[in-house]
């Protein structure tokens, strides 16, 4: 894949693109999302105290739902679409083009530029989670583990923000070196034209596992036989995504072979 020859977008066009209109739709979401979380650490928090462990749980599911939910989104951003495209294209797709062109611009956005796009992701299931009735050990398990989801989710463009820093806070780095939250340089192999694998940011996680499994490429070659549409055109160009479209999917890794010994009375 080093001869790809990429062709990106300009890098001053996709700035220009940030918009008042996108400004105020960013402090609109933040501004719901925290309202809805209030509302749902409420109506969660009694029960979360009278039965801690299923909380937790609940909260580990929801943390590692995040870091799939992450991944689907952040490769459905970097395959399809323009940022020509109504409404989302500005505000979700084309961070997402603006990046790959030059990966320290997150670093450079402030509060709400990092973290609105996500607060709109999760104010739906936020909301629905606060809706559920109180009771019953599965609706609770539910909701408890939205809110663990969408916080994470919430997070995640915070994390990819802090693994493209330099020199993050000293606690971050420890979360990193952890692997609690995205480390730099396991994010890094996403950033290898033509970005193409490990799309989990927010912890990372399940980046080898979907690698492995081909979840992601095989995904791509369904929609392009049912659309006609070419993975990452627009932010690689034609002839580099064509390419990437047209390699062989390399075959699945071969699951180790178990050997019993049975003892002589069984055999």
């Known amino acids: 894949m080093a001869d790809l020859e990429i062709e990106q977008r300009d890098k001053s066009a996709l700035r220009a693109g940030y918009s008042k209109s996108v400004r105020r739709f960013e402090l609109c979401s933040i501004a719901a999302y ?41 490769w459905t951003a970097d395959t399809w679409g323009t940022p020509e495209w109504p409404i989302i294209g500005n505000a979700l797709i084309r961070p997402f083009r ?16 990092t973290n609105g796009n ?5 104010l739906a299931p936020t909301v629905l989670a606060a809706l559920l009735p109180r009771s019953g050990a599965a609706l609770f398990f539910a909701a408890a583990m939205t809110f663990a ?9 915070q994390f990819h923000k802090w693994a493209h820093m330099d020199a ?14 995205l480390p730099p340089e396991h994010h890094a192999v996403h950033h290898r034209a033509p970005y193409a694998k490990y799309y989990c940011i927010t912890v990372g996680w399940l980046n080898e596992a979907l690698f492995r499994l081909r979840f992601f490429q095989v995904l791509e070659r369904i929609i392009s036989a049912a659309t006609g549409l070419i993975p990452r055109e627009d932010d690689i160009g034609k002839r ?3 390419e990437v479209a047209l390699q062989p999917l390399p075959p ?7 050997s019993i010994d049975l003892p002589p009375e069984l055999e």
């Open 168 to 181: 993050p806070p000293p606690l971050v780095s420890w979360l990193q070196r952890a692997g609690l939250i």
């Open 98 to 113: 603006e990046h790959h062109v030059d990966e320290k611009e997150i670093t450079r956005h402030d509060f709400v530029e």
């Open 34 to 74: 925290a309202a809805a979380m209030i509302w749902l650490a409420w109506r969660i928090a009694p029960r979360a105290l009278h039965n801690p462990w299923l909380a937790l749980c609940a909260f580990m599911v929801g943390f590692v739902a995040a870091d799939f939910i992450s991944g689907f989104v952040h």
């Open 252 to 258: 699945l890794p071969e699951l180790p072979r178990l």
């Open 118 to 122: 996500n607060c709109f992701i999760s």
């Open 149 to 157: 989801l969408t916080l994470a989710v919430f997070g995640t463009n």
């Open 240 to 242: 580099a995504a064509l």
